[in-house]
């Protein structure tokens, strides 16, 4: 299984972006029981952005609430990250991460990560 991540980019502060994950090699064996980002600045660790589980409930960092929204389709496995009003202190790498699961087990995977900076 990999974590495809795509949709980073340098963009000006007060700008949006949007990121995308997705999970291949699969097989048709996993569900995906949670999706989502986190993100690591230089000099930092790495923190959670943002997370949506398979019922559909986000979870946000509180310093992207109301600027950020995700989203995810179960069927494909797949998570989108909108940010909007980016700040020049959200710039990072940003790390898709999934917990998936075959059979009763879960597994944890993380992508390889996206760059995003904001300028000032």
């Known amino acids: 299984v990999q974590l495809q991540a795509s949709g980073g980019g340098l963009v000006q502060s007060g700008g949006s972006l949007r990121l995308s994950c997705a999970a291949s090699?699969?097989?048709?064996?996993?569900?995906?029981?949670?999706m989502g980002w986190y993100r690591q600045a230089p000099g930092k660790q790495r923190e959670l952005v943002a997370t949506?589980?398979?019922?559909?409930?986000?979870r946000y960092a509180d310093s992207l609430k109301g600027r950020s929204t995700i989203s995810g389709d179960n069927a494909e496995n797949t998570v989108h990250l909108q940010m909007n009003n980016l700040k020049p202190e959200d710039t990072a790498v940003y790390y898709c991460?999934?917990?998936?699961?075959?059979?009763?087990?879960?597994?944890?995977?993380w992508g390889q990560g996206t760059q995003v900076t904001v300028s000032s």
């Open positions: 991460y999934a917990v998936l699961i075959a059979a009763t087990y879960e597994y944890d995977y």
């Open positions: 090699g699969t097989g048709g064996l996993f569900s995906m029981k949670i």
């Open positions: 949506i589980s398979s019922d559909g409930s986000p």
